[in-house]
DNA sequence: CAAATAGTTTAGCCTCGGCTAACAAATATT
DNA sequence: AATATTTGTTAGCCGAGGCTAAACTATTTG
């Protein structure tokens, strides 16, 4: 082996960023995100069955996966286990429906998804570019930002 | 069967929310998000890399391991893949370094992190939780988002 | 310098969330 | 009513991102 090895630099100038956060704080932030993710997912599928119920009176697989922009197979797979977290009722070739649960995730849902959106608007987003970041951002805005949120776009209103 | 089978309700009244976009937006949103996913942690191990070598001097495995709150093996297998994307380069049991893709990537994470974060702050957000959601959230604003998070945050000094 | 400890890698397992292909059931059309 | 179309399910595949356990390498310490 060469003995002009690549080196650490020193501990080095921060030119730009804070400081590291402690080990585990640091670990907390990542665990949440790890979180957020799991249960991400199933609160889209909720939400927008939700929504399709609100606005079309029926949500049916087909609605799902076109709306998703994924396969049936893969929205049928779902369905089963929405099911199995006693989230939705579903009946071959029938509608979904939410179970009380279900219900209450979809509200949440929404329901933080709608401030998110709203906030952005205010702050002045473009509407295509604030539905698209408002549906990434909404899991990963803890109660208190939201808060903060809608107390901002109540101030601003247009 | 039953004949009082739970029927879908009429399109209905709606309590709150905005209509539905068209289908092929809806799905062009959800897609977006889901490319986000695929990217994110690549993201963050590339950012968190970075983020020690500036601070500490080097990336070790172990650190990353403990600060992620993942185990060793997990780090192990990601480097590897992050290796055969030509982000960083690693010898066993040495440090890890970024190369410059792998630099590239680690400036543009950091800084759309701290755009997130400083806006947060800005908006009043305590700063634990500011750092949370900030993580969460970095790898879904978009650009255009991220730019009017930028303004707001200089005319927003504390 | 030998032994203990710390760091790294590999093997093998698991779950999730995609996919396609094949089939089955319901609905619509002729 | 027969046929075509749409809708839904099932089986089986894949990659990603976790895990534990075991093996190996490096470093530290007695």
New interface residues.
């Given amino acids: 082996m060469s003995d002009h090895?690549?080196q650490?630099?020193?501990?080095?100038s921060?030119?730009?960023?804070?400081?590291?956060?402690p080990?585990e704080?640091?670990?907390?932030?990542?665990?949440?995100?790890r979180n957020?993710?799991e249960t991400e997912l199933i609160e889209?599928y909720v939400e927008l069955i939700g929504?399709?119920?609100?606005?079309?009176?029926?949500a049916r697989a087909a609605d799902i996966a076109?709306?998703?922009?994924?396969s049936q197979a893969t929205v049928s797979k779902m369905i089963r286990r929405l099911n199995e977290l006693g989230l939705v009722?579903s009946r071959p070739y029938?509608?979904l429906?939410l179970t009380e649960a279900g219900q209450n995730m979809a509200e949440t849902s929404?329901?933080r998804?709608?401030v998110v959106?709203h906030f952005?608007r205010a702050?002045?987003?473009?509407d295509?570019?604030?539905?698209?970041?408002a549906?990434?951002?909404e899991?990963?805005?803890?109660d208190?930002?939201l808060a903060?949120?809608q107390r901002?776009t109540e101030t601003h209103q247009t």
Avoid: C, K, W
């Fill in positions: 090895e690549q650490p630099l020193p501990p080095t921060r030119l730009s960023g804070d400081a590291l956060p080990v704080q640091h670990a907390r932030q990542y665990e949440t995100v957020a993710h889209d929504d399709l119920l609100r606005h079309r009176g029926e076109s709306r998703m922009a994924v009722t029938r509608s429906f929404r329901a998804h709608d959106l952005l702050l002045g987003v473009r295509t570019t604030a539905r698209i970041d549906e990434g951002m899991h990963h805005v803890s208190e930002t903060i949120m901002f």
